[in-house]
């Protein structure tokens, strides 16, 4: 077994298992033998880029993306974000930035940034 089949093996297994899909069932959705994707897995064979592009499809990536470095992977969410960044004024940009500081936080109340508004706290309707 050489590298190149290790690295594909192994990004097929992790795609595989952050989407908690069998081997079983991720060779049946792209049309192989029951036991393809063990075979690709354990680096026994190695996907032709036909097949290859039949995985990324599956999984909703670009071969591109299936042979990037995962510390550097952006998503095509995280690209559409990106390149509307250049039109925003700063003021949107904080207002960005403070949006995406409440989405990291643990969600406790104590947790959130200031500028946010308390969702906990109902409005009281006039009579």
């Known amino acids: 077994m050489n590298n190149k089949n290790n690295f594909i093996g192994e990004r097929v297994t992790t795609l595989r298992l952050a989407k908690g899909i069998s081997e079983y069932s991720l060779s049946k959705n792209i049309g192989k033998c029951n036991n393809y994707i063990n075979k690709v897995s354990s680096g026994t064979i190695t996907p032709t880029i036909p097949t290859l592009s039949l995985i990324c499809d599956f999984f ?64 009281r309707r006039k009579n």
């Not at 510390?71 to 974000?81: E, H, L, M, R």
């Not at 989405?103 to 409005?123: H, N």
């Open 60 to 123: 909703g990536i670009t071969l591109s993306q299936f042979f990037q470095d995962e510390s550097t992977y952006v998503s095509p969410v995280a690209a559409q974000i990106a390149s509307r960044l250049p039109a925003l004024n700063e003021e949107q940009l904080q207002s960005l930035l403070v949006i995406i500081q409440s989405m990291e936080v643990s969600g406790k109340p104590e947790d959130k940034p200031s500028g946010l508004p308390d969702k906990s706290t109902k409005k």
